[in-house]
C-alpha cells in the first residue's frame, strides 16, 4: 500500500504570504497526484490534478509541483478565503489514499 | 452543471441497517466513477470504495471491505453506499464524489456531493 504524509499538519500565516505544503508518497507516484482544499463545514473541492494542472475556476495563486514520490501546494499570496485543511491524494494505486491533511490559518 | 445530490441525514441505532444515496446529473452518469469517502468527526478523508455505473468495476478499500456495499442504479443516475448492521464507529459524515476513470486508472474527484451526516447512537 501506498503511504501518503504532509507536512507542516498545521500552519499559520500573515495575508499575502506565501504559504508551501509538502505531501510525500511512500513509493514513486509518478504526476499522478491531486490536491483538494476542505473548509470547515463543507465538502472538499479539487484544486490541483496531475500534480500541477489547475481545476477550473481555481484561482492562479495556488500552484502544484513535485514528482515521483515529492510533491509540493503552493499558495502565492494567502488570502483570508484560504483558510482551510488541504489534502494531497494519489491515484496511482488502484483505490487512491489521501495524506493527512494540512490545517492553514491567518496570524 | 454537474451536480451530486446526497440523501438526508441519518439517525440510526446500533444494529440497524442504512442506505444512503449519491444521484448525479449535468453529465453521463454511466462515464464516469462514483466514489464514496468516510470522515469522521474532527478527522481526515478516507477512500471506502469506487463504482463504475457504466459496467461491473466496484472496488473496496481493504479496511472497508465487507463492511459496506457500493451499488448504482444506472436507469436513475443514482449510487448507494450500505450498511447491514451498523455500529456506533460508523458515525461520520460521508460524501460521494465523481471521478474520470482511463485505462482501467480511477483519476481525481472532481466533484463532490454535500455529505449525508450518519449518527449511529442508542
Known amino acids: 500500500d501506498i503511504q501518503m504524509t504532509q507536512s507542516p499538519s498545521t500552519l499559520s500565516a500573515s495575508v499575502g504570504d506565501r504559504v508551501t505544503i509538502t505531501c510525500r508518497a511512500s513509493?514513486?507516484?509518478?504526476?499522478?497526484l491531486a490536491w483538494y482544499q476542505q473548509k470547515p463545514g463543507k465538502a472538499p473541492r479539487l484544486l490541483i490534478y496531475?500534480?500541477?494542472t489547475l481545476q477550473s475556476g481555481v484561482p492562479s495563486r495556488f500552484r502544484g509541483g513535485g514528482s515521483g514520490t515529492d510533491f509540493t501546494l503552493t499558495i502565492s499570496s494567502l488570502q483570508p478565503e484560504d483558510v482551510a485543511t488541504y489534502y494531497c491524494?494519489?491515484?496511482?494505486?488502484?483505490?487512491?489514499?489521501f495524506g493527512p491533511g494540512t490545517t492553514v490559518d491567518i496570524k | 452543471e454537474v451536480q451530486l445530490v446526497q440523501s438526508g441525514a441519518a439517525v440510526k441505532k446500533p444494529g440497524e441497517s442504512l442506505k444512503i444515496s449519491c444521484k448525479g446529473s449535468?453529465?453521463?452518469?454511466?462515464?464516469?466513477?462514483i466514489g464514496w469517502v468516510r470522515q469522521m468527526p474532527g478527522k481526515g478523508l478516507e477512500w471506502m470504495g469506487v463504482?463504475?455505473?457504466?459496467?461491473?468495476?466496484?472496488r473496496y478499500s481493504p479496511s472497508f471491505q465487507g463492511q459496506v456495499t457500493i451499488s448504482a442504479v444506472k436507469s436513475i443516475s443514482t449510487a448507494y453506499l450500505q450498511w447491514s448492521s451498523l455500529r456506533a464507529s460508523d458515525t461520520a459524515m460521508y460524501y460521494c464524489?465523481?471521478?474520470?476513470?482511463?485505462?482501467?486508472?480511477?483519476?481525481?474527484?472532481?466533484?463532490w456531493g454535500q455529505g449525508t451526516l450518519v449518527t449511529v447512537s442508542s
Open positions: 449535468g453529465y453521463s452518469f454511466t462515464t464516469f466513477y
Open positions: 464524489a465523481r471521478l474520470p476513470g482511463r485505462d482501467g486508472r480511477v483519476l481525481w474527484a472532481d466533484f
Open positions: 491524494q494519489e491515484y496511482n494505486s488502484a483505490l487512491g489514499t
Open positions: 496531475a500534480t500541477s
Open positions: 463504482i463504475y455505473p457504466g459496467g461491473s468495476d466496484i
Open positions: 513509493q514513486g507516484i509518478s504526476n499522478y
